[in-house]
Every structure is written in structure tokens, then in C-alpha cells.
């Protein structure tokens, strides 16, 4: 039997609003889309290690990154890194980096500092989704056997975070509610064929989440 295993990443070290609650998950900015990074050819560049990621001027950066989305680097595009070949395992291709805000056309400032060589071939993202509504925030999760919700807290908090479910009417529930407390991570199973996740605070709280599935295939 082969082991497939999907990440669905929902936050990456995101400052949530405070006294709001939504739903989120990051994907690749398309309506009919997936949930890995879009490659996006447009090379970036910074002043020696910077938060501030620039293009050339002649191409702009895409205007559907927000806050809260995900930008990748490669670390052969780094200063200090050795680039790595399509072999490595894939978390160890990439340098990611949560936008802050887009400054300009043609810059993005993200939460940490990065060194880009002026060589750089692109990136790749992800773009952060969020809503209240009746059908916002849900994923589809029918096919897997084992479903995992993570929580961390990085800072602040506590978190509260609400896992919902669909059930064989297509009805909503809610499958449990928690609270994460700084510098605590919470992992939950058992999510129903359809789950979203909501997040709110009281307080200022940055926040990382990650849906897991694993289905069992022949």
C-alpha cells in the first residue's frame, strides 16, 4: 500500500486580527486551484539580508499576494546556502517568508530577513484566503483515512480555533473548539469529508496551522 500524504498549509506565522473570527488556508491563488505554491518566474532581488524583496523593474509582483501569504526562495538563490538538486526532500529546497505588505508594484516586505543573490530565477507562493461566509474557508477531505489539524502558537494569544465538518446532509457542525496558548501547539484528529478551521483571538497572536490528510492508496 502506498502512504499519500497532502499538506494543506493554513497559516504561516500570521498576526491575526485581533476580536475576529474567520476561516483560512493558503493555495495558489487560482479560483479552480491547489493547495501548493504557484512558480512565478519574476526574479527577486534584496540589498544584501533584508525584509524587503525586490524585482528587477521591469516585471511587477503579483498584485493577489496579501498579508498573511507565503512567498518560497530557493536556497540556491541565497546567500550562505548551497543550492540543492531536485533529489533533496522538498522542504529543504525552499526559504519561506510571510508577507507583511506589498510597499509598491514592484516589492514585497515580509516578516524576516532574507539575502537574495542578484541571480535569483523567481519564487513561488502562496496566497492566504480568508472568509466567514456560508461555503468560505472549506476543504475537501473526503478521500483521506487520517486527518491531522495542527495549531502553534508562536506569540501572544491564547488562540481560540474551531474545527468544523460537514455532515452526510451537507449540513455544517462543529467538530471541537480549543484554545492554544503561547508557544503551546495543539493536534487534532478525526475531521469529517469537508473541514474548514476558524481562528480568532482577544489579544495580538501570530499564529502557524497546517491541515494534514493521508490516504492509503494500492
Request: net charge negative; glycine share 10%.
Amino acid at each position: 500500500m502506498e502512504d499519500a500524504t497532502r499538506l494543506v498549509q493554513l497559516l504561516r506565522r500570521f498576526d491575526l486580527p485581533v476580536g475576529t473570527k474567520k476561516a483560512y488556508y493558503l493555495h495558489d491563488g487560482l479560483i479552480h486551484g491547489f493547495y501548493n505554491p504557484r512558480l512565478d518566474d519574476t526574479p527577486l532581488v534584496t540589498s544584501g539580508s533584508s525584509t524587503t524583496l525586490s524585482t528587477d523593474g521591469t516585471k511587477k509582483v503579483p498584485t493577489i499576494l496579501v498579508a498573511g501569504s507565503v512567498v518560497y526562495v530557493r536556497n540556491g538563490n541565497l546567500n550562505g546556502l548551497v543550492p540543492v538538486t531536485p533529489g533533496d526532500a522538498q522542504r529543504t529546497r525552499w526559504q519561506e517568508r510571510t508577507v507583511i505588505s506589498l510597499p509598491t508594484d514592484y516589492s514585497i516586505l515580509v516578516d524576516e530577513a532574507i539575502d537574495i543573490l542578484a541571480a535569483s530565477d523567481g519564487f513561488a507562493y502562496r496566497v492566504l484566503f480568508s472568509g466567514t461566509g456560508a461555503d468560505d474557508g472549506w476543504i475537501g477531505t473526503g478521500a483521506a483515512r487520517e486527518r491531522i489539524v495542527t495549531v502553534e502558537c508562536n506569540s501572544g494569544g491564547p488562540v481560540d480555533v474551531e474545527v468544523w465538518g460537514k455532515n452526510e446532509s451537507g449540513e455544517p457542525y462543529l467538530i471541537e473548539a480549543f484554545s492554544v496558548s503561547a508557544g503551546a501547539t495543539r493536534v487534532y484528529g478525526g475531521v469529517s469529508d469537508y473541514t474548514r478551521v476558524f481562528f480568532s483571538s482577544a489579544v495580538a497572536a501570530n499564529v502557524s496551522a497546517s491541515l494534514v490528510t493521508r490516504r492509503f492508496a494500492a
